[in-house]
């Protein structure tokens, strides 16, 4: 190799491996400090446009995992209410059962005509009153609700099942006037309280399907998140075996720079007397 005092090929070859060192090592503490093998599109394109894609639809989930728990409120009042009601009925039949025994004096079975009443005015505050954030799927107002079942906009539809008096049957009014009209009452209680048991049985149906695709979701939020993990996120140990490697290599290359560095000199001392 021609030996030249204008010109240092071996300083020039060390300080190239030198830079391209730096500019390594750079990008390992880069992918250490961040944690991320792709933190931007500069570092990869295509990877991070997909990977910003999947954590936008994750993160959209949220909107709908918070629709779907407001669904599972909103049905549970509604079961909450039924369970009070199909008790009330349970009660009513058992007061127009009593009333219809002819054997009783007028004091007593206006008791029980009474307490019918009130136990009917009960019912119907129960279903006017079983509201989530002022919704409801028991009171009549509504015939369905809908709540988000997916990202794209999709629904999860819940049908209403009314539970008010004119739900199941009855009236405001509904009540017994003597023994004849309470054993008549008996079988009307009867037939509401299959219509109730029967709107209850719907709703938890209804309520069991909403809790899956909830589950559903979450799990899908959860895959999708490991997903952009995969795609972006920096395997740490094996960043940090790299960046010991590249601080070894660069005090080396800072070594082999100080050493081509020297030629001139050497050549310099040729002429020394």
Known sequence: MLNSINTNPGALLALQNLNATNTELAATQGRINTGKKVANAKDNGAIWSMAKMQS?????????????????????????????????????????????????????FNALKADFESLRDQLEKAATNAKFNGVSLADGSTTKLDFLANEDGSNFTVTAQTLSLAGIGLTTTSTFTDAATAKTMIATITTSLQTATNKLSSLGTSSVGLDTHLTFVGKLQDSLDAGVGNLVDADLAKESAKLQSLQTKQQLGVQALSIANQTPQTILSLFKG
Request: glycine share 4%; aromatic share 0%.
């Open 56 to 108: 936008a639809t994750a993160s959209s989930l949220n909107s709908v995992k918070d629709s779907l728990q407001r669904g599972q409120s909103t049905i549970d009042v509604a079961l909450a209410a039924g369970d009070t009601i199909t008790d009330l009925l349970t009660k009513m039949k058992e007061k127009a059962l009593a009333a219809s025994d002819t054997s009783l004096n007028t004091a007593s």
